[in-house]
């Protein structure tokens, strides 16, 4: 059975936290709520659990996760920011956004897009996903609650326990949210190109 911890919307219990934060340092498997929609998330870096999630979702290995950030500072260290690019990210966030960059060598050469050595990046306007992430320290390897065969993503906590207790080692119960998965930016380019439109409205930036 997973471990399921109901955590305040908008007032996140810091005790909560810190056992979700330990599940994590210790090769967990856990599921959180953004402002889009539920996601599945692991330790940076964490090969295993990173597996297990590709397991869950069905992808392969070249199935890209997004570095989950709690700020533009941390931003910086996993991909390359220039002035221009500051500025749309600084507009844009936080937000339900996911955005391509060029990775630095912090990240982990298999995380990274085999040829363009890309990234997905990431800051949730979600009070229990940034409370997660600034108690956790360093961004969270994530993607997409999505399961095979599903259309949309999965919103509803009890819908999620209901399938995956005993897939994953810990849920968050933060209540319902979003449906929609993020809107994706490519800002590799001289200009932002759009991937994807999801719940983040792209059109100021394009």
Not at 5 to 24: D, F, G, K, M, Y
Not at 32 to 40: K, Q
Not at 171 to 176: N, S
Request: a neutral charge; hydrophobic letters at 35%; glycine letters at 6%.
């Amino acid at each position: 059975m997973s471990s399921v911890l109901q955590i305040h919307s908008l007032n996140p219990q810091t005790r909560l936290l810190r056992q979700a934060v330990e599940r994590l340092s210790t090769g967990g498997v856990i599921v959180y709520p953004t402002d889009s929609s539920y996601a599945l998330g692991c330790q940076l870096g964490d090969k295993a659990a990173a597996e297990r999630i590709r397991h869950l979702r069905q992808t392969d290995r070249h199935h890209n996760f997004t570095l989950v950030c709690r700020d533009l500072a941390e931003i910086a260290t996993y991909a390359k920011v220039d002035n221009r690019r500051y500025r749309l990210l600084k507009a844009a966030t936080p937000g339900p956004f996911t955005f391509i960059l060029q990775a630095t060598h912090e990240v982990p050469r298999r995380l990274q897009h085999p040829r363009r050595k890309t990234i997905g990046i990431r800051v949730p306007d979600h009070p229990i996903a940034r409370a997660l992430l600034a108690e956790m320290g360093e961004p969270i390897m994530s993607c997409t609650l999505i399961l095979p065969g599903d259309d949309w993503p999965m919103a509803d906590p009890d819908q999620i326990v209901e399938r995956l207790s005993g897939a994953v080692d810990l849920i968050i119960d933060g209540g319902p949210c979003q449906r929609e998965p993020t809107t994706v930016l490519d800002l590799t380019g001289d200009a932002p190109e759009l991937l994807r439109q999801g719940l983040g409205d792209a059109s100021p930036f394009l």
